[in-house]
């Protein structure tokens, strides 16, 4: 069926007459509708099956029970997760910080300085992002076993880090092409010195997109599984690996408790991301910024 | 001071951390794939380029290309999937557009674990569809879960670029295919299809290289029968404690994926010229 609402979609083609003006509804093709309904559905059905079975009185997945928090109530009892869900805080605020700070630098170098390396610093820049995380995981344990640093919540966040910068970077980047450097100039102009001007002109046109930027990967950083499991130590591990290890055993309501705690979680932080940069007072949506693109 | 030197320095924290965190183990990745292990199975440089002859071996040359295959499939069903979402959105979305972006991009803050969890609470044995139907269908443990966990998990990657080729745009230009009495499909295949390429391809790289190194959905939603080179590889470093073929199996891979990195990287820096322009 995929196949067919895509034959059909190019239909809907011709039904726009200006581009401003948004096609009328009765200009929609149907099944494109349906079709499109059907996929948030499919995206969904599986999230709110955890949501919901995370309140269940009963350990059945196939039966609600009745309303309960017991799931919840196993979750914070434990001592063990507790510690994992406070380990993966602090490295996501860690990550959030220090990645943030290092890409920001970075996207600055990149749009403004002409150097020759400036071509090598870029595509160095973007390969993390293409890097299957397997590949990371892996030459990550490599690395800090060579040198002889001990696997434990500092390797985790070194990791973290290193594929958070591009990610800061590009979204930086995108907000800082669209800045006019004649802005800068003119505060040199008056007087002010390159440090000044940064500090005080540059910085701030980027907040928007520094913010953004800071929040995804946050939430990027909460949700990692595959390179905090190759890089984790014994104790306290980041929740997503003690996850693997409890649904290997198989399924248990409490990875729903947890599953819908860490989706909150994610929830408000992407939320903040979207919405901060607008509560500044900007025209921009946050989600623009995110997507480099500029007054969405 | 002049401003390329003020700005060049910007480089150096940055380019430092991704040398050192990020090329570095790299190459001690290529070192120790050409390694092999003491008694105790702690991984030691030499020369030892049977680990790659034994990448070759039948059996991992299989796992190999079935994880090809998974991630083709994928991107297939990316492609197939995704394109109408984003076309919808990104033409009939009006003043929802941004919702409903932000509705595609919502399910990939779920912890992957947990929306690859919730399809074995869905499909499992004991799970809600088996219950609704009274019936005990296997849905798991068959290629076409392992390749559907995929599709779901990487779905948001393939919507981004397509939607934001569609919505670049301009709509003038499926106007003027249907003055020149384009139909529908010709409209699409000559216009719209053309000038959503790039889109397309940054799209097909995007869910392809993820899908190839996975190990998530096919170790939750497949069986042995199912493993991808993931699966090989994270055995290789944590369980079997074979280091050095496990790093012959990522290099392997790797080498494999480059040619898609460098399309990639070469169609990211064309955008970047374009939009620069």
């Known amino acids: 069926m995929s196949s067919l609402a895509q034959a059909d979609a190019p239909a809907a083609a011709p039904a726009r007459r200006v581009a401003a003006k948004p096609p009328r509804d009765f200009d929609r093709p149907r099944f494109l509708r349906v079709f499109v309904g059907l996929f948030f559905v499919v995206m969904f059905a599986p999230i709110a099956l955890v949501v919901l079975f995370s309140f269940n009185a009963s350990r059945s997945l196939q039966n609600f029970d009745g309303f309960s928090l017991r799931w919840y109530e196993r979750f914070f009892e434990s001592e063990t997760l507790r510690s994992s869900l406070l380990a993966s805080i602090e490295i996501a605020l860690i990550t959030m910080v220090v990645a943030t700070a290092l890409g920001t630098l970075l996207a600055y170098g990149l749009v403004r300085a002409r150097v020759r390396w400036s071509g090598a610093m870029n595509v160095l820049m973007l390969v993390p992002l293409v890097t299957p995380e397997i590949v990371a995981g892996t030459s990550a344990l490599l690395l800090f076993t060579q040198v002889g640093l001990e696997l434990s919540l500092t390797t985790i966040v070194l990791g973290h880090i290193t594929f958070s910068i591009s990610y800061v970077t590009v979204v930086v980047r995108a907000r800082l092409a669209a800045l006019d450097a004649d802005v800068e100039h003119a505060a040199m102009d008056l007087g002010a010195t390159r440090w000044k001007t940064f500090a005080l002109i540059t910085l701030p046109a980027l907040w928007p997109a520094i913010l953004a930027a800071g929040l995804l990967v946050f939430a990027l950083s909460f949700d990692d599984f595959v390179l905090s499991f190759f890089t984790t130590g014994e104790s306290p591990q980041p929740l997503p690996v003690r996850i693997w290890a409890a649904i290997r055993f198989g399924v248990t309501p409490t990875i729903n408790a947890i599953g819908t705690f860490m989706l909150a979680i994610s929830a408000v932080t992407i939320g903040l991301a979207i919405a901060l940069p607008r509560l500044l007072g900007r025209r921009e949506s946050g989600l623009g910024v995110l997507l480099g693109r500029e007054g969405a | ?277």
């Not at chain 2, 595609?104 to 609470?121: D, E, G, S």
């Not at chain 2, 009495?181 to 391809?201: C, D, I, K």
């Open chain 2, 1 to 277: 001071m002049s401003e390329n030197r003020f700005a060049a320095g910007f480089l150096v924290p940055g380019g430092l951390w991704l040398l050192l965190l990020f090329v570095v183990p790299l190459g001690i990745l290529l070192a120790i794939s050409f390694g092999t292990t003491d008694d105790l199975g702690n991984a030691l440089y030499g020369w030892y380029p049977e680990n790659y002859e034994r990448v070759f071996d039948s059996i991992y040359i299989e796992v190999l290309a079935r994880s090809v295959g998974y991630a083709l499939a994928t991107v297939a069903l990316c492609a197939l999937v995704g394109y109408p979402v984003a076309y919808y959105i990104a033409v009939f979305g009006g003043r929802w557009k941004n919702v409903l972006i932000a509705l595609v991009v919502l399910p990939f803050f779920v912890n992957y674990l947990v929306r690859t969890y919730a399809w074995i609470a869905m499909l499992g044995d004991e799970g809600l569809v088996n219950g609704i139907l009274g019936d005990d269908i296997q849905f798991l443990n068959t290629p076409w879960a392992v390749i559907g966990g995929l599709t779901y998990g990487y779905m948001a990657f393939m919507i981004l670029p397509v939607y934001a080729a569609l919505d670049r745009m301009d709509p003038a230009l499926r106007e003027a295919g249907k003055d020149l009495y384009g139909g529908p499909w010709q409209t699409f295949r000559n216009v719209t299809l053309p000038h959503t390429r790039q889109g397309l391809l940054a799209g097909t790289v995007l869910v392809f290289l993820p899908a190839v190194g996975d190990f998530v959905a096919a170790q939750l939603l497949g069986g042995p029968d199912e493993y991808m080179v993931g699966n090989l590889i994270q055995q290789q470093f944590l369980a079997a404690d074979n280091w050095p073929f496990g790093a012959a199996l990522t290099v392997v891979m790797m080498t494999f994926l480059l040619i898609w990195m460098v399309l990639y990287l070469r169609s990211a820096a064309r955008e970047a010229r374009e939009v620069a322009a």
